[in-house]
């Protein structure tokens, strides 16, 4: 398990144990660029869809997450390979 992964496990453990404690949390939370790393470095072969279905990212906008993907890239701690259909962008720790 990489670095990444550990920080998704334990990102994903306090998220659920808050959400638990009180519902109207999950809509005052915000994610940073640290979380779309972790989430890269926990699931192999991510994409941005990915990413933007999980319900750790509900209430994040799809041009947030991309934006955040593109800075990771620009700042060489990810890699994009192209997936079998040509349209999919698989997204992967360095």
Do not use: C
């Amino acid at each position: 398990m990489n670095e990444y992964a550990a920080i998704w496990i334990l990102k994903q453990k306090a998220w659920k144990k808050l959400i638990k404690q009180d519902e109207r949390l999950k809509f005052a939370l915000s994610i940073d660029i640290t979380d779309v790393a972790a989430y890269i470095g926990f699931y192999a072969r991510a994409t941005v869809a990915d990413i933007n279905n999980h319900p750790y990212f509900a209430n994040t906008s799809l041009s947030t997450i991309k934006r955040f993907v593109d800075r990771l890239k620009t700042a060489s701690v990810i890699t994009l390979s192209i997936g079998e259909d040509k349209r999919e962008r698989i997204l992967s720790i360095k």
